[in-house]
């Protein structure tokens, strides 16, 4: 089957009962046994729902991979993955990597014996110089959040398996519908499902996909000891929400192209970062292994951070707001928002400054986001 169809079909059966075309929601805690140590599949929904069940189904086959592992968030997913380690071990991350994130490793996993070095994972001789001997995981984001940095994923692989370091990429951003991480050597992939993949704001969502049997035996560990899962009205609803991912992503990086080139255009602009402008530093990157480019757009005005603030107090169109990845257009101030907690030194240091603006692109026409963005930028002084 072709994406598009895996999207509204893969891991999904009509129901046996009722013949009910979508999954049925099984909001239940637990489950009757046919006798001591006999079920039918399931005993307790903390181990396994059957409404999970399907979501992890359906997204591991629109990733290419042999197993999902469903989590309660996007963070959840990134913490089951760091579980796979141990006290001691040391871990290679993107440095354009997203505030939370840095946090969870930085503030809470550092505490527990695990060490990081943050790299330009768009450079592979930086990413082979910070390696160990106790190094254990390549941790890549791309695109990242939210300067857009675009890494290699063959070469990032061929590192990782050079010195047998397993290598995990973090695509929320570019969703399987653009980008299948695993078809370049990635051992595994998470995303966030509060974004693209549900794309409608309305849950909050993590999944870890793999092809790797024994790495998905460990997340589910994981995920039954520690119990961060999704309910399954959660699930349910992202379901419902990757039956048109294909459409909303074409939509998405049509609109997000028209932004970019808008903003590029514009004389209260200094400089506008999107992968799918020649302008980007990795844009043949990503030409060669994303089919389009989403709707992630950040861009910097010209003068102080008062520029950028003026344009997020004024734009009608555009929700000031959080999150990213939904059909409504958002604008974000990553330096007091999304990345606040991350120390102002290690955020200019790596080009995050208090200037840049992130906007994530929806899928309303685009003539109407154009518009807002103009009005708003009129009042820029």
């Known amino acids: 089957m072709k994406f598009a169809t895996r999207a509204v079909r893969a891991g999904i059966a009509p129901d046996p009962s009722t013949g009910a075309i979508l999954p049925p929601i099984y909001q239940t805690a ?40 469903a989590f309660a968030s996007g963070m959840s997913t990134v913490d089951a993955v760091a579980r796979l ?39 592979v001789v930086a990413i082979e110089g910070a390696i160990r001997p106790e190094t254990k995981l390549l941790w890549i984001e791309t695109p990242t959040n939210p300067l857009l940095k675009i890494t290699d994923l063959e070469a990032a692989a061929a590192v990782a398996r050079k010195h047998k370091l397993l290598l995990g990429v973090d695509s929320t951003f570019a969703t399987p519908y653009l980008l299948r991480p695993l078809e370049w050597g990635a051992d595994l992939v998470v995303h966030s499902t509060t974004k693209y993949l549900s794309g409608h704001n309305q849950l909050i969502g993590g999944m870890a996909l793999t092809s790797n049997p024994e790495l998905f035996e460990k997340l589910k560990f994981v995920q039954k000891s520690v119990g961060a899962v999704p309910g399954p009205f959660d699930c349910w609803l992202a379901l419902l929400g990757v039956k048109t991912l294909p459409l909303r992503m074409e939509k998405h990086s049509a609109n997000g192209m028209a932004v970019a080139r808008f903003l590029e255009a514009h004389p209260k602009v200094e400089r506008v970062i999107y992968p799918g402008l020649e302008s980007h530093p990795q844009h043949e990157v990503a030409r060669r292994q994303m089919s389009d480019f989403s709707g ?31 059909v409504e257009t958002m604008i974000t101030h990553p330096a007091t ?45």
């Not at 290679?92 to 070095?117: C, E, M, Q, W």
């Not at 861009?299 to 107090?313: A, H, Q, R």
């Open 337 to 381: 928002m999304t990345h606040a907690e991350v120390p102002r030194e290690a955020r200019e240091a790596r080009g995050l400054t208090d200037g840049l603006v992130r906007i994530s692109v929806g899928i309303e026409d685009p003539d109407d986001i154009l518009a807002d963005l103009e009005q708003g930028l009129e009042k820029v002084g």
């Open 30 to 69: 637990t489950y009757t046994l046919e006798a001591v140590g006999k079920t039918k599949g399931y005993d307790y929904t903390r181990s396994s729902n059957p409404t999970r069940a399907v979501l992890e189904a359906n997204l591991a086959a629109l990733e290419g991979a042999e197993h999902g592992v």
């Open 296 to 326: 992630m757009i950040s861009f910097v005005l010209k003068g102080d951070i008062t520029s950028g603030v003026t344009l997020m107090n004024n734009v009608k169109l555009c929700s000031l707001a959080e999150s990213l990845g939904a």
């Open 85 to 123: 380690l141990s006290a001691g071990d040391h871990v290679v991350s993107t440095d354009d990597v997203y505030g939370g994130v840095s946090r969870l490793f930085d503030r809470i996993l550092s505490r527990y014996g695990l060490s990081f070095t943050y790299v330009d994972s768009t450079d």
